[in-house]
């Protein structure tokens, strides 16, 4: 999906729902309801041939609790097939991106995926994240 962000060509985001409202902050629409994985939102990434710079997970943040690790692996799978494109990630998480990463790049043939991908870690103060 384009977008007006500056540093990024396109959004992708394989995770719809909310994990829930904090401290009372956030969409009342969406809290409450079941974080959904559609992987199928990463086809666009894997279509496009021309290289392009994506923010992957815009609305949430992939190494939030509720989604387990089994579904990043898939996400990071898809990003070390599209070799030509650059994968943003950004994360209030640090604690669990180590936790994935550390069992994660025990394999070689998986480290592809981190050649495409910039983990950036925030200091943003919103409790969560959802999306449509």
Same mark, same amino acid.
């Given at each position: 999906m384009s977008n007006n962000i500056g540093w990024c *060509? #396109?959004? $992708?985001? =394989?995770f719809k729902g909310c994990s829930g409202a904090? !401290?009372? #902050?956030? !969409?009342?629409?969406? @809290?409450? $309801? =079941?974080?959904? #994985? !559609? $992987? +199928?939102?990463? !086809?666009?990434a894997l279509k496009r041939k021309k290289p392009a710079t994506y923010f992957l997970c815009s609305m949430r943040d992939l190494f939030? @609790? +509720?989604i387990p690790f089994v579904q990043i *692996?898939?996400?990071?799978?898809?990003?070390?097939?599209?070799?030509q494109h650059t994968f943003k990630i950004l994360t209030k998480r640090p604690e669990r991106m180590r936790e994935y990463l550390g069992d994660w790049?025990? #394999? *070689?043939?998986r480290t592809d995926a981190i050649n495409q991908a910039a983990l950036i870690i925030t200091d943003g103060n919103e409790p969560f994240a959802c999306s449509d």
């Open positions: *060509d #396109f959004t $992708l985001n =394989p904090i !401290d009372g #902050f956030g !969409d009342k629409r969406y @809290e409450g $309801l =079941p974080v959904r #994985f !559609d $992987l +199928s939102a990463m !086809d666009a939030h @609790e +509720s *692996d898939q996400v990071f799978a898809v990003m070390a097939l599209c070799w790049l025990q #394999f *070689d043939n």
